[in-house]
């Protein structure tokens, strides 16, 4: 059976993204610093970016969509990433509005998933074949599959910023045992990967 695996980069202070998320700035105040690492040192972590980019499906929560709020999208509103998203794979984001799916170029298709994270665990491992199922975000959702013990490999990739609020990742996870496998970094992230342990 596949993995499931989840990318997140994080504060120091343990944020996935900064305070007062916005439309405008759906990562929060700040919370683009977070992921330098991916673009001004690219091809130091080619490999933590390639990894994050070879699932054969994908999982993400309503906001890592469509942006913060709970309340239903714009039926026009087709993602933040424009026409080609980056996955290249069935995307599946949970939801309690329901929409068609939503085909991108690329590969990229969009399921909305309005019946639970099992449910949409069990459409992505369908769609993955023997790939991976990798739970791409954003905090909350990570939280829910770790607490259900549906994880299987946490990579978080650490920046060095302090952000002082927004979206923490671990709280009320639960009791939860990490096993640090791999850690490597640079001047702007330290990447580790841990095996959640059952």
Do not use: K
């Amino acid at each position: 059976m596949s993995r499931v695996t989840c990318d997140l980069t994080v504060s120091l202070d343990g944020y996935v993204a900064g305070p007062n998320q916005s439309l405008d700035e759906p990562l929060g105040e700040r919370g683009e610093s977070l992921h330098r690492w991916q673009f001004e040192q690219r091809e130091a972590s080619a490999a933590e970016i390639a990894g994050i980019l070879e699932a054969g499906a994908y999982i993400m929560g309503r906001n890592m969509f469509a942006g913060p709020g709970p309340g239903p999208w714009d039926q026009g509103w087709r993602g933040w990433w424009g026409e080609e998203p980056p996955y290249h794979a069935p995307v599946f984001v949970l939801t309690h509005h329901q929409r068609e799916p939503l085909a991108m170029e690329g590969g990229t298709t969009f399921h909305f998933v309005t019946d639970g994270i099992e449910s949409a665990l069990a459409q992505a491992r369908e769609a993955a074949g023997d790939r991976d199922v990798a739970i791409a975000g954003g905090a909350q959702t990570a939280r829910q599959y770790l607490s259900a013990g549906l994880m299987d490999e946490l990579r978080l990739h650490i920046s060095p910023e302090i952000l002082g609020g927004g979206e923490r990742l671990l709280d009320g996870v639960g009791d939860v045992t990490l096993e640090p496998i791999e850690a490597r970094g640079t001047g702007l992230v330290t990447h580790v990967r841990y095996r959640v342990q059952r």
